[in-house]
């Protein structure tokens, strides 16, 4: 697909939601000049995840389809969570997904001076306050939704003194907790948000950028709305959450001098099954060790979905058809590993590996011969060229492809039974050998019927059944992880309110096997370069093991969804 034609796609997907209404019928009203500017606002305090690859579609492909920009801003107003490994993280996530904010990085603590002006002008207007009531004191007056706030009794406090007192706050003067600068609102507003909201607070803590110059940090309610306008953002699309939010958004807006007001749009945020989207959660994953780290493929974040074999392609395709709405809901799992085979049916280069061997003896092939076979890279793209295999006395084949004593509907090997070789011959079972002590099958001893070589037309004989094998010899190991949903419920958020959180991790999440073998060409494979082991699934090899091969498999060949369901009713 040329960039043309993937704009042209991108362009139809997002046209028509809520959101581009409203900047439709900005334009059309001549609204900020025409102009369309919008930001992606991420806290550097954890890895991004799918739910924040909803919102960069969003932003930088609305900027896209109006010819507009859209920034990258770190809303950096909270030091001891925050770290420099994040924020290379997110800006590597955002450009990994073919965006790109140009010139246009920033952080909030670009603006903390001017910030801190604005806190004086809304002192000096008689509009906020210096308030020494504790945290706790300052959550029980505010009141409750059906009950009005109370009023601080530092409320009162002259503007001489308000003045005073957070300026001895930026010094250093006070101890974290003895005082915050406050909005002066309305305590009996129903709006809690409305309710004398906290603009400053203070803390002694080291921050990536600007080390200790400060020692008073804004809130996100004031800082966020003040960036927004500094920066001549003229739709600021959040999620659902801050829309009770808004009026405190505006209200700012309005008490201050600001170049320009932009208009806050909320919409729903993604929701999916088997997952969370709370980094909070995600961080006590990492911290706990229930995970490897933030980009262990069973997490949902885009650093591990990367790791784990996902495609750009697929997350956006998947981020366009959700599609964008005003009510929150929660999206099927199956939907995203969906829209993942889709984009890897069209790309991925078929191999075969054998992820449960065991071993068959060709007894009819004299040792040391070796048969040269073609095999297509994909049945489908001739483009994609084909591959040499070889056909041994000695071959692997799956565990799960013969059966001594099969059931009626068994098709695939077994004794005195015939099965096809993907890309080779037809074989037939002569006799199994066992280990005289456990019983266990060590070999299969079976016969090879030369006439039968595929794609040759010197024999046209039909089997019920065609396998995927590998010649011994040439075969080299590999580990393999199949990856599970890393929680057994399906809305994980809503049952940690109940159920501690070691309680919900699947313990089949993770599953390393190391015995398994794969096509001689994989040594030289690249990380994140995905296969189609075929028969079995997509796969690519880890990014984070070196000197061994370890695949990951990215996702099934087809939907387990329906099964897995079907067998929780």
Not at 113 to 131: H, N, P, W
Not at 498 to 514: A, M
Not at 525 to 534: A, C, H, L, R
Request: hydrophobic share 35%; charged share 25%.
């Amino acid at each position: 697909m040329t960039l043309e034609h993937e704009s042209m796609e991108r362009e139809n997907k997002i046209q028509g939601n809520f959101i581009t209404n409203i900047i439709d019928n900005d334009i059309r009203n001549n609204k900020n000049n025409g102009k369309v500017v919008t930001r992606f606002p991420p806290e550097p305090n954890g890895y991004l995840h799918i739910g924040h690859a909803k919102s960069i579609c969003l932003n930088f492909g609305i900027a896209l389809l109006y010819n507009g920009r859209c920034h990258l801003r770190f809303d950096d107003t909270n030091p001891e969570k925050e770290d420099q490994k994040y924020i290379d993280a997110i800006m590597t996530d955002v450009h990994w997904l073919g965006f790109d904010w140009g010139e246009h990085l920033h952080y909030t603590s670009d603006y903390f001076e001017r910030l801190y002006s604005f806190a004086l002008t809304l002192i000096e207007q008689g509009k906020a306050y210096v308030c020494s009531l504790s945290p706790d004191e300052i959550r029980k007056y505010r009141g409750t939704l059906t009950e009005p706030g109370i009023e601080s009794p530092y409320r009162s406090r002259s503007i001489v003194e308000n003045m005073d007192l957070f300026q001895r706050m930026r010094s250093g003067e006070f101890e974290e907790g003895a005082h915050v600068l406050r909005a002066k609102i309305d305590m009996a507003s129903p709006n809690i948000a409305l309710r004398d909201p906290t603009l400053y607070r203070i803390k002694q803590a080291h921050h990536p950028r600007t080390g200790q110059k400060w020692t008073i940090y804004p809130m996100y309610d004031f800082s966020h709305c003040l960036s927004d306008a500094i920066e001549g953002i003229t739709h600021s699309i959040c999620t659902l959450e801050f829309e009770n939010n808004r009026p405190l958004y505006d209200w700012f807006l309005d008490q201050l001098p600001v170049p320009c007001h932009p208009q806050q749009i909320e919409f729903a945020r993604l929701n999916l099954t088997y997952t969370v989207m709370s980094k909070r959660i995600l961080l006590k994953l990492v911290s706990n060790g229930h995970v490897s780290g933030w980009d262990d493929p069973r997490m949902p974040t885009i650093a591990g979905l990367r790791r784990r074999g996902y495609t750009k392609e697929a997350i956006r395709m998947f981020c366009e058809r959700i599609g964008v709405a005003k009510r929150d809901s929660m999206v099927e799992m199956a939907l995203l590993e969906h829209c993942l085979r889709d984009d890897l049916n069209t790309r991925a280069p078929r191999v075969m590996a054998v992820l449960h061997p065991i071993k068959v003896i060709i007894l009819n092939l004299p040792e040391g011969e070796v048969i040269p076979l073609q095999a297509l890279n994909h049945p489908e793209k001739p483009e994609m060229g084909d591959r040499t295999i070889y056909f041994s006395r000695e071959i692997y084949i799956d565990q799960e492809d013969f059966m001594e004593n099969p059931p009626k509907k068994f098709y695939r090997l077994s004794p005195g039974r015939e099965v096809r070789l993907r890309y080779a011959f037809i074989i037939k079972c002569e006799s199994i050998i066992k280990d005289q002590q456990t019983g266990d099958i060590t070999e299969l001893h079976c016969t090879y019927d030369p006439l039968t070589q595929s794609g040759s037309g010197a024999q046209d004989r039909k089997v019920k059944a065609t396998i995927h094998w590998l010649s011994a010899i040439h075969a080299i190991p590999a580990d393999v992880r199949l990856y599970d949903t890393l929680f057994n419920v399906e809305n994980p958020a809503a049952a940690i309110e109940h159920e501690p959180l070691e309680n919900l991790i699947n313990p089949k999440s993770l599953e390393v096997l190391t015995t398994c073998f794969v096509e001689s060409e994989l040594s030289q494979s690249k990380p994140g370069v995905i296969y189609q082991f075929e028969r079995i699934g997509y796969f690519c090899l880890d990014s984070n093991d070196s000197g061994k091969l370890v695949f990951n498999r990215t996702v099934s060949l087809k939907d387990q969804w329906a099964k897995i369901q079907k067998q929780s009713m």
